[in-house]
């Protein structure tokens, strides 16, 4: 039950951070909101204020602002509506929604480095055999402190480096072993290895694994900053190279993107894992949904941006039966997406239950 109102507290975070963008700027903007929803479906709770009727609706799962004449057919060509805007205008209202969840994961991250973050240490936990660790002399328990006289401290860093070396390639170890340090020299071995992205790329290993000792970094608040927008920076560029390699083919569409139950699963491991998992987790979401949102489809963001565009250059919008034909292209392409998303989902996730209840039905 916990997991589960974390779960709808995160999403609802980031849905209201998206929605709250689109009101703000319009309100700034003079343009008439009707309706402020969390959630969908019948409203829970309800109070008009102004113009403006805020709900607690009784679907967690998601939420909408109604801007007035924001469609042709409720269109009356008063001041206060979304169509009597110009296309500019328009564009800042659409925008500000995804700008807004891009700034909420920028911030986390920035509290993420502030507060403390857990991160392997560069204690050896295990060796392979075969590789030039074990042949060097090195042991479980050992420490790394610095390779080729530059010190490491997190198990990343030492990874980093060691990847980016090649076969045949020696590094010089300084190694803490019961309170004494001494230097090895290891010889690097080429393997064949899969990225986050799932390309193969040829890194060089020293044959060792982590052990699970984990210190907690905190950095000062202005280096956090650079850390954060360095973080967020990553993720964007991540993001767009794996969408790059999902529509040629080169990643698979069914391994790669996660829905609600998806989301209700890791926001389960996160939350074993302490605050700063979970602050990391939304601060993901809220990046992937903004980049998500501005993709050029009909419904998102980025499809009415699209359609703001192609308005702007030829000078007029579309039509009425040209606004529903896309509107309904548009929901019929999120629902399909949804529905395939939501079943990969619970075969992936969820495969091994869903056999035992359906071995359990059909007994």
């Known amino acids: 039950m916990l997991t589960f109102l974390i779960f709808i507290l995160i999403l609802s975070t980031v849905i209201v951070v998206h929605e709250f963008g689109h009101f703000m700027i319009a ?14 479906g019948p409203a829970l709770l309800k109070k008009k204020k102004n113009e403006t009727e805020y709900c607690l609706s009784a679907i967690p799962l998601g939420g909408y602002v109604k801007l007035a004449g924001d469609n042709l057919e409720e269109y009356h060509g008063k001041k206060d509506e ?30 993420i480095f502030v507060v403390g973050y857990p991160s392997l ?38 990874q980093k480096i060691i990847q980016s070396k090649k076969a045949a390639e020696k590094v010089k170890l300084t190694v803490l072993r019961d309170e004494r340090m001494f230097e090895l020299e290891v010889r690097i071995r080429e393997k064949s290895m899969n990225d986050v992205l799932g390309q193969k790329h040829s890194v060089g290993l020293l044959g060792i694994t982590p052990s699970d000792e984990i210190i907690t970094l905190k950095h000062g608040i202005l280096k956090s900053l650079g850390l954060g927008v ?105 629902l399909t997406l949804a529905l395939f998303v939501t079943y990969n989902d619970l075969v992936r996730f969820y495969g091994d239950k869903i056999d035992k209840v359906w071995k359990w039905f059909i007994r």
């Open 82 to 111: 979304y169509l009597a805007q110009a296309p500019g205008r328009r564009f800042h209202i659409i925008f500000f929604g995804p700008l807004l969840n891009y700034i909420l994961g920028l911030l986390l991250f920035w509290v």
């Open 230 to 334: 360095m973080r967020t920076w990553d993720l964007t560029v991540m993001t767009y190279k794996a969408l790059g390699y999902m529509i040629t083919g080169r990643l698979s569409v069914r391994d790669s993107i996660t829905g609600l139950p998806g989301m209700y699963f890791i926001t389960s491991k996160a939350a074993k894992m302490g605050v700063a998992a979970l602050l990391h987790l939304v601060a993901v979401l809220s990046l992937s949904l903004a980049i998500f949102n501005l993709l050029p489809l009909p419904v998102l963001d980025g499809g009415h941006i699209l359609l703001l565009v192609i308005e702007k250059i030829r000078g007029k919008g579309l039509t009425l039966n040209a606004e529903r034909l896309v509107t309904q292209v548009g929901t019929m392409l999120i």
């Open 27 to 40: 309100k700034r903007m003079g343009v008439r909101v009707e309706k402020f929803s969390l959630g969908f």
């Open 121 to 158: 240490t560069t204690k050896v936990g295990g060796l392979l055999d075969g590789f030039g660790a074990q042949a060097a002399g090195l042991q479980v328990g050992d420490e790394i402190e610095a390779v080729d006289g530059k010190t490491v401290v997190l198990w990343e860093e030492l």
